[in-house]
């Protein structure tokens, strides 16, 4: 065998080796991440410690931070993972709508609706909301996954304000940017509020219609406020059906 031959087998094995490696590292990562996701939905993020992890994944505390820095960078992929399914499922809603009104409904429709299924995500977000997370001890990489699925999320959703406002279908008159990160953290509100704040509704049905209605009547009356057409009156009454008057 000749040496640039043996040189070649050589390098290609390496590479395998390192390949293999590679994949193995990321598979493990990728159970921790899976444990972390389970745990964090079921106990609530600040009841888990990363030796609860640990256990859960059959690995020591030590050999976590061979695979991230810390709690908080898991934290960060759990978010970005409900993130990237709750962009997916806004997206194909919006995609179906025709007017950029329309398109802003399918958006806050599809956003309670996913949280309606995904309460305890809904609850990682309101923990990000007010106490963050501190970024510099996360991983560049992990950050600017989740800086980069926002972007493309509010690239997407501001577009349907502007198109409103090209179509006639939205008051030419409002600031599209000012507008949009209103209704959006209002949409965190209201639909934490449907679907946590129910307390006083016994059944599993009640709670359900109560939050659905609660969340409907502001996504109607912000529609409202926006549009240059003329829109129904939803009251919000919770029982017995919320009924519609023309305006």
């Known amino acids: 065998m000749s040496e640039d031959i043996r040189f070649r087998s050589t390098r290609a094995f390496v590479t395998?080796?390192?390949?293999?490696?590679?994949r193995e590292y990321q598979l493990r990562r990728e159970l921790i991440i899976d444990v972390s996701e389970q745990l964090f939905y079921e106990r609530g993020y600040e009841n888990v410690t990363l030796g609860d992890i640990?256990?859960?994944?059959?690995?020591?505390?030590?050999?976590?931070?061979?695979?991230?820095?810390?709690?908080g960078e898991l934290y960060l992929e759990v978010y970005c993972r409900g993130l990237e399914k709750r962009r997916i499922v806004i997206e194909e809603a919006m995609d179906n709508a025709e007017t950029g009104l329309d398109k802003i409904k399918a958006l806050g429709t599809a956003y309670f609706e996913f949280f309606e299924e995904n309460p305890q995500m809904l609850l990682l977000v309101q923990y990000f909301d007010y106490r963050g997370i501190e970024y510099h001890k996360v991983e560049k990489e992990v950050v600017n996954k989740f800086i980069n699925i926002n972007k493309e999320a509010n690239i997407k959703h501001l577009e349907a304000f502007k198109r409103g406002i090209e179509d006639g279908s939205i008051n030419p008159d409002i600031q599209p940017e000012i507008v949009y990160s209103q209704f959006i953290h209002c949409l965190r509100a209201i639909t934490h509020n449907a679907?946590?704040?129910n307390k006083e509704q016994k059944t599993e049905a009640e709670?359900?219609?109560f939050a659905q209605e609660y969340f409907h009547y502001f996504l109607n009356f912000y529609l409202r406020g926006i549009t240059t057409q003329s829109q129904k009156i939803v009251k919000f009454k919770y029982l017995p059906e919320a009924e519609e008057i023309e305006e």
Request: aromatic share 12%; net charge positive; glycine share 4%.
């Open 16 to 22: 395998m080796i390192v390949n293999r490696k590679e």
């Open 195 to 197: 679907i946590w704040s």
């Open 207 to 209: 709670k359900k219609r």
């Open 54 to 71: 640990a256990r859960a994944a059959d690995y020591t505390k030590k050999t976590l931070y061979s695979y991230i820095t810390g709690k």
